[in-house]
């Protein structure tokens, strides 16, 4: 079965410096893996996805992710971090027929001014 | 387009009641999913709705249920309510179908917080 793990559970970075998250799946097969993002009182919105036509994948906001086989890791990064980042991200990964998600349990991202 | 809609946004109730909560997805869309996110827990796998027709579920007790309609609206039913059930219910739709990229995407609602006191 699919699942990812995100490791830090909080995360604070300085205004301006890098964002790391990190994000390790499990798959049987190739999957297909997601970065969304969520901000106080909102629902998830995607930031990027992973289908398999680029190993760097760019989302919304500056964001990207890089998928790595290898690793079995789909990290996602950002070279600088701004307030407005600060939310709870949540890498996620489907099952193979692509109807049913799993989530990871989720990074919250500080960012200190 | 008008995206995914949840109602109510916020409610209250106390234990042994129940509750139903809406969701309306995106205009097309025919799939339907139901997350519960609390702090302890992240999101958690409720259900998910094609067609009218349940096709995937999650590890909840039968006192969550759900279902959806003719026009894909979806609504889910918490019967004897227990304090662990307070949580923001999310909803996501989408086309239940993969995309031109092979991948499906979620949609997301803002979410229904519920309270149990």
């Known amino acids: 079965a699919q699942s990812v793990t995100q490791l830090g559970s909080h995360v604070s970075v300085s205004e301006g410096a890098l964002v790391l998250l990190r994000c390790n799946y499990s798959s049987s097969v190739p999957p297909y893996l997601f970065w969304y993002v969520q901000y106080p009182n909102q629902g998830l919105q995607l930031l990027l996805k992973y289908t398999s036509a680029a190993t760097l994948v760019k989302g919304i906001n500056g964001f990207e992710a890089e998928f790595k086989k290898s690793e079995t890791s789909f990290h996602l990064t950002k070279p600088s971090a701004h307030m407005s980042d600060a939310a709870e991200y949540f890498c996620?990964?489907?099952?193979?027929?692509?109807?049913?998600?799993?989530f990871g349990t989720g990074t919250s991202l500080t960012v200190i001014p | 387009k008008a995206g995914v809609t949840q109602t109510p946004r916020y409610l209250i109730k106390t234990r042994g009641q129940q509750v139903t909560l809406s969701c309306s997805p995106i205009?097309?869309?025919?799939?339907v999913s139901w997350y519960q996110q609390t702090p302890g827990q992240g999101l958690q796998f409720l259900f998910e709705?094609?067609?009218?027709?349940?096709?995937n579920k999650g590890n909840f007790p039968g006192r969550f249920s759900g279902r959806q309609f003719s026009n894909s609206r979806s609504e889910m039913n918490v019967s004897t309510l227990e304090l662990g059930d307070s949580a923001l219910y999310l909803c996501?739709?989408?086309?239940?179908?993969?995309?031109?990229?092979?991948?499906?995407?979620?949609?997301f609602g803002a979410g229904s917080r519920l309270t149990v006191l």
């Open positions: 996501a739709s989408s086309s239940g179908y993969t995309d031109s990229s092979g991948a499906n995407v979620l949609t």
């Open positions: 996620a990964v489907t099952s193979n027929t692509g109807n049913q998600f799993y």
């Open positions: 709705y094609f067609s009218e027709t349940q096709r």
């Open positions: 205009s097309g869309h025919r799939s």
